[in-house]
T-cell receptor
């Protein structure tokens, strides 16, 4: 079982719609959860982090964490073509501080 | 310069060459990381340095040799690489690297390495 799993996509949504990106993780002891955005040929840039169960909102982005289900998601409201990128979910291993990345979900926002 | 910088941005080398990648962070962080990103694979952590001390070597082959002279600079020395080592090499930094909650890592632009 992969430590951090994401659907590779592509996830295609029309401009203005809500994009929902999902991530599951295997280490129940994980404590820190991050979403990074990576444009093609560029390095990852941090979108959001979340530590506690529930929702965390920042502008058009909402991160949702459910530790019981070992599930973290990222919602992007009013999706724009400029949001088209690969979104990486990253989770700390519970026993160490290692940041474990998923393979990423490619999001394509259609104008 | 701000953030995390990496040089060179692109590197082509033969299998017998020796080269070095450089990373510098201007964020006042104490932890620095090397990652490898290959196509269709997740980011792979290679090395972690915390306050200049190596705290993680993720079973990386000895043809990759890291060096961290201070908390702001990190090098990756390369020698006798293989074509399968071609990848994007990313440097990152964070405030510190401790167990428990992890400080946010900020990435440099990466070095695109091609081994012929």
């Amino acid at each position: 079982q992969k430590e951090v799993e994401q659907n590779s996509g592509p996830l295609s949504v029309p401009e203005g719609a809500i994009a929902s990106l999902n991530c599951t993780y295997s280490d129940r002891g994980s404590q820190s959860f991050f979403w990074y955005r990576q444009y093609s040929g560029k390095s990852p840039e941090l979108i959001m982090f979340i530590y506690s169960n529930g929702d965390k909102e920042d502008g058009r982005f909402t991160a949702q964490l459910n530790k019981a289900s070992q599930y973290v998601s990222l919602l992007i409201r009013d999706s724009q073509p400029s949001d088209s990128a690969t979104y990486l979910c990253a989770v700390t291993g519970g026993a160490t501080n290692k940041l474990i990345f998923g393979t990423g979900t490619l999001l394509a926002v259609q104008p | 310069e701000t953030g995390v910088t990496q040089t060179p941005r692109h590197l082509v080398m033969g299998m017998t060459n020796k080269k070095s990648l450089k990373c510098e962070q201007h964020l006042g962080h104490n932890a620095m990381y090397w990652y490898k990103q290959s196509a269709k694979k997740p980011l792979e952590l290679m090395f972690v340095y915390n306050f200049k001390e190596q705290t993680e070597n993720n079973s990386v082959p000895s043809r990759f040799s890291p060096e961290c002279p201070n908390s702001s600079h990190l090098f990756l020395h390369l020698h006798t690489l293989q074509p399968e080592d071609s990848a994007l090499y990313l440097c990152a930094s964070s405030l510190r690297a401790t167990s428990g909650r992890t400080d946010t890592q900020y990435f440099g632009p990466g070095t695109r390495l091609t081994v012929l």
